[in-house]
């Protein structure tokens, strides 16, 4: 049995904090497998003014992105910073090379990620540094001056979950270095929208904003709503009210003429999700009311971005679910044409010099039109999709991932392809419609998933048919209304794959895959009347601007969990803070409030219950408070059913919430969780975490763990899927490993062998593809202690010494030469097969630290070496496919020359992944076909050689002879006919080359027939006859010619006495 898991703090430096990512984890890095084929939400795009190939685009939720080819390829720009989230993107007009990025989401949103403030580049994205307003969490909004580049205007719509914060418009007059605040107050009142006369850049216009967002309600306006003017550069402000009506105002979007900028427009939110478009004609002085026009679907708090056309006067773009066009200044829309293009839009780019292009972003990425949204292009490269949920299968050989989106639906697709192209979009699938939300599968049968649309719209799916069947639980006569949360938890019961559980505010139970139901509890929840909860500062009067519309259900059931040690144990956690578990089947329910675990908020909202899966009384709860405006990461576990509770935070960040807890099957002390910015392990039962590496900064709101591979897969919320290969040597991590020895190798997962397709058609640099695991055995392995060459020692020697003051002295020609003539340190991995034979070598640099490698199923290669040519640690140009089996690995390490061992062997398998039609060779028969192939290819490689000897003597005694007092004669012949037969030898063993110079086929030569052979190693099937009888005929050839090259080397010692006794210049490389 494996060691326990109790010194984590030796294992980790204790002066590394969680979110740093520590040395000893590095080898293991998360896999992003897409997909891109839905993409994601897209918040702004900026567009190179010089360079219109070259965007920026901020995703929502998945940090920065640049193409410089209009999105052919992108590179992800941000990923290291400490925001992910994206409101606006702005470049420099004076300096392109600056790029300005407000994170935070810049609407009103249910599932909005927060920023921390306001980004520069000074390099077209290469580096960034943090400007401020770090409490602003959502800007909408930043210009910069068009003449000075030291003075920037930033409109921040400031915390949606709470009130305070860097809210309203900020100038700076120094780059950035400074703010100040000109308009909005720092309690409700942000800004959401904000333009600048391009005549003239003092005169502004800023839209305002009151809006609070609670778990439990949305209220979408206030008096601090309104529409602004600055005449001195945004120093000062003036409220615009003629002819706008004096409700409460929601949310504003602006726009001015390019073509007559006096003529200014907005659209304005009313009376809740009522609105209208207005048009001034006096630099905003008075307005006039044009339509009613609103954008609307989820409400106008996610879109009213407004645009004026550049080309034509009087048309307006009003982002919504369908874009509602003007042509008359906002008197009349029409909705945009955007067939087989995804709803929600957000924002829109426009072309100079092309009246029918239009670029759009929208909640499934960006289309682009060139004919003015007759047709559009989708981005499909892009893997940005937000996923709420994940969930894996157990089909063989590869599990598939399943899980459900931010309205892009419900997906599965593959972990890994046979594919050398990766994992591309064609092999994922669509399950489901609408917002997708939590997915589950059948253990045992893969065919059988369930997919769910937003507020509990359960469906289960044969993927053999691809037929959803709606199983949602229904309300029985006299109930009232079943309150499905937006992303309702189902469970399938680990005891019996028929057995579902579900929830509303009550929890559900089914053991007929949801064909009928039974609710095995009554109201789990507080049944809270929503709009009777403080919001904006007190409880707010039925006439204020509330949109119940924006919600989720309130009083729901969130999370579910089932012990797999006893069936009869069942949990249920609440958006309303409390948690219920019942120990008979649902019979009873002990009811807990969560303000009873030490500093938990009265009613955090519960993200995740899980059931230890080795002890029935104990219980993991990961809480959220974020839409009370508090950002604290809540983890707590009890090993008494909820009597008692310990917080498991540790040495977790600040403003990280805590979306999901998975527990290792295996060892009970290694844990993962998924959070704000990114996943976090333990190996002590959460004393300690550490942060995975290999992800960008994005949360991940779901784990899931497949445990036949022993693979973590997360659900990232802007960047979709990510996978952890074989976590399994974690287990293995202890004390004895990881500090005391000077090395180990973990154990190893079997490998699959077979031969990749080559099925990518060549479709173009666009085509999005994820990468596979890496091909063959991958090795883990971890060395204890850091090599130090002689320069290095030397060097650190004089450091210190100049530190102190001392003088540094010549440490000699002897100690350099020997500096120079040191070899790098390796460490070496030798494969045996079962029988003990070593099949295979290579090494890797010797540095501290986990690290990862592989062996890529090959054997030693056969090609001749030539002197010179590097070797590459035995991997250059690997031979033929090693045999399915059984195999070790062992370490050892050379230093100064000197090999020692340091750890194995460590056994593993090799086994086939496919079972062919057509049944191959055995591997006896196809070793001596290897064998076969190296002896001919030896005498191949040696003729080649002499051949080429021969031609350099022959070249050069023909130089010796043109350069003698030699009366040409029978020498001159003698030569000159050992080069023709040269040249014949060298035609029968690779051909005519002049031939070759126009495409013209010859008699086939010894090579040809040799390579026709050795195609018999390529494939794992093994070579055929016809390989057989190639090679066989160019053993015959290759043993015909070799004597004959050999009589012809035996001429050159004769010639070459001659050459001398006549006197020819020597010929250097004869030894004569």
Not at 538 to 560: E, F, H, K, R, V
Not at 565 to 591: H, L, R, Y
Not at 733 to 746: H, N, W
Request: hydrophobic share 35%; proline share 6%; charged share 25%.
């Amino acid at each position: 049995m494996r060691a326990l898991f109790s010194c984590l703090f030796l294992l980790f430096a204790a002066s590394l904090s969680a979110q740093d990512t520590p040395e000893t984890l590095g080898g293991f890095q998360l896999r992003n497998v897409g997909p891109a084929f839905v993409s994601g939400r897209i918040a702004d795009i900026a567009v190179h003014p010089k360079h219109e190939n070259t965007w920026y685009v901020g995703v929502a939720s998945g940090g920065v992105w640049k193409t410089q080819n209009a999105g052919i390829t992108w590179d992800p720009i941000f990923d290291n910073q400490s925001s992910y989230a994206i409101g606006c993107i702005t470049i420099d007009p004076n300096n392109p090379a600056t790029v300005w990025v407000g994170t935070g989401e810049n609407v009103g949103g249910r599932h909005i990620a927060y920023g921390d403030g306001v980004y520069r580049s000074n390099d077209a994205g290469k580096s960034w540094k943090k400007m401020g307003l770090p409490n602003s969490e959502h800007v909408s909004k930043i210009i910069v001056h068009p003449s000075n580049s030291d003075i920037i205007w930033v409109a921040s719509q400031g915390p949606l979950w709470s009130s305070g914060g860097d809210r309203g418009v900020f100038k700076s007059t120094d780059g950035g270095e400074t703010w100040n605040r000109t308009l909005g107050n720092t309690e409700w009142t942000g800004a959401t929208d904000l333009i600048m006369d391009p005549r003239d850049p003092d005169l502004l216009y800023a839209a305002t904003w009151d809006r609070h967002r609670t778990v439990a309600a949305y209220l979408g306006g206030g008096p601090g709503s309104g529409i602004h003017r600055s005449r001195d550069g945004g120093e000062t402000w003036e409220k615009l009210t003629s002819g706008i009506p004096k409700s409460n105002l929601g949310k504003i979007g602006l726009a001015i003429s390019p073509q007559q900028p006096d003529v200014v427009y907005a659209a304005i939110t009313l009376d809740r999700r009522k609105g209208g478009v207005f048009r001034s004609t006096n630099q905003g002085s008075s307005w006039t009311k044009m339509s009613d026009a609103v954008s609307g679907g989820t409400g106008p708090h996610y879109y009213q971005e407004l645009y004026a056309c550049p080309h034509n006067f009087d048309r307006l773009y009003l982002m919504d679910v369908r874009i509602q066009i003007s042509e008359d200044g906002g008197k009349t829309f029409r909705r945009m044409k955007e067939e087989r293009k995804h709803s929600d839009n957000h924002s829109i780019n426009f072309r100079a010099d092309d009246p029918n292009y239009l670029l759009i972003g929208t909640d499934a990425g960006i289309y682009e039109s060139f004919d003015l949204a007759e047709n559009w292009r989708f981005i499909d490269n892009m893997p940005i999709t937000q996923y709420y949920k994940v969930a894996v299968d157990d089909r063989e050989p590869f599990y598939h991932i399943f899980g459900g989106t931010q309205d892009n639906g419900s997906h599965g697709g593959p972990s890994r392809t046979d594919s050398r192209a990766g994992i591309r979009n064609g092999d994922w699938y669509k399950t489901l419609g609408a917002d997708g939300h939590q997915s589950a599968t059948e253990p045992g049968n893969p065919d059988i998933i369930y997919a769910e649309s937003q507020q509990g719209g359960l469906n289960r799916i044969d993927l053999k048919t691809g037929e959803p069947v709606s199983v949602q639980p229904q309300a029985r006569k006299g109930d009232p209304h079943e309150r499905f949360n937006w992303d309702a938890p189902i469970v399938v019961s680990s005891h019996d794959p028929k057995r579902l559980y579900f929830a509303s505010y009550r929890v559900w139970r089914s053991d007929s895959r949801g064909d009928d139901w039974e609710p095995i509890s009554g109201d789990l929840t507080r049944n809270e009347e929503r709009i009777a909860r403080p919001i904006m500062g007190g409880i707010q009067s039925w006439d204020n601007p509330w949109d119940i519309y924006a919600m989720s259900n309130y009083s729901t059931i969130t999370s579910l969990a089932e012990s797999e040690v006893d069936e009869n144990i069942v949990w249920a956690g609440t958006d309303d803070g409390i948690i219920q578990v019942t120990t008979d089947g649902g019979k009873n329910w002990n009811k807990m409030m969560v303000s009873k675990m030490p500093g938990v908020p009265e009613r955090a909202f519960i993200n995740d219950i899980k059931a230890d899966k080795y002890d029935a009384n104990t219980v993991y709860v990961s809480l959220d408070n974020h839409k009370e405006g508090d950002y604290t990461p809540y983890l707590f576990k009890s090993t008494n059913l909820g009597k008692s509770w310990t917080s498991l935070r540790a040495n977790l960040p600040d403003r990280n919430l805590i979306w999901r807890l998975v527990q290792d099957h295996e060892e009970k002390n290694l844990m993962f969780i998924g959070t704000e910015n990114g996943i976090y392990v333990t190996m002590n039962g959460g004393n300690d975490w550490k942060k995975l590496a290999g992800s960008p900064t994005i949360p991940f709101r779901d784990l899931a763990i497949q445990k036949r591979e022993n693979d973590l897969i997360g659900a990232s919320f802007g960047r979709s899927f990510w996978v952890l290969d074989n976590y399994a040597p974690m287990r293995e991590m202890t004390v004895g490993t990881m500090e005391d020895e000077e090395a180990a190798l973990f154990s190893v997962r079997d490998a699959w062998w077979y031969s990749p397709r080559n099925n990518d058609p060549g479709v173009g640099a666009n085509q999005y593809a994820a990468e596979n695991p890496t091909f063959g055995a991958v090795f883990t392995y971890n060395i204890n202690t850091e090599f130090e060459s002689m320069a290095s020692a030397r060097k650190k020697a004089e450091k210190e010494a100049m530190k102190s003051g001392k003088s540094l002295t010549f440490p000699g020609y002897e100690a350099l030469d020997k500096e120079a003539a040191e070899r790098k340190p390796k460490v070496w991995f030798t494969i045996k097969d079962a029988n003990g034979n070593v099949v295979r070598t290579f090494s890797e640099p010797l540095r501290k630290g986990l690290q990862r490698t592989s062996w890529d199923l090959r054997l030693a290669p056969t090609w001749p070496v030539r002197p010179g040519t590097r070797g590459g640690g035995g991997r250059r140009r690997g031979g033929a496919m090693a045999a399915p089996g059984q195999y070790t690995v062992s370490m050892s390490k050379e230093v100064g020359g000197k090999i020692t061992a340091l750890a194995g062997p460590v056994s593993f398998n090799v086994k086939p992944l496919h079972t062919p039609t057509i049944k191959g060779g055995d591997p006896a028969t196809f070793a001596a076909y290897r064998d076969q192939v190296k002896a001919i290819q030896d005498d191949m490689a040696k003729g080649e050689e002499m051949l080429s000897d021969l031609s350099k003597q022959v070249k050069a005694m023909e130089s010796a002879l043109s350069l003698a007092s030699i009366e040409p004669g029978a020498l001159h012949e003698q030569v000159y006919a050992l080069s023709k037969e040269v040249a014949d030898m060298e035609r029968k063993l690779n051909g005519s080359p002049s031939r070759d110079a126009v495409g013209e086929k010859a008699p086939p030569s010894v090579s040809d027939h040799f390579f026709a052979g050795y195609r018999g190693l390529s494939t794992t099937y093994g070579p055929t006859p016809n390989q057989k009888r190639s090679l066989g005929i160019a053993k015959d050839m290759i043993a015909e010619i070799m004597p004959m090259v050999k009589a012809l080397s035996g001429k050159l010692p004769e010639l070459q006495t001659q050459l001398q006794k006549a006197g020819a210049p020597y010929i250097l490389g004869t030894g004569e």
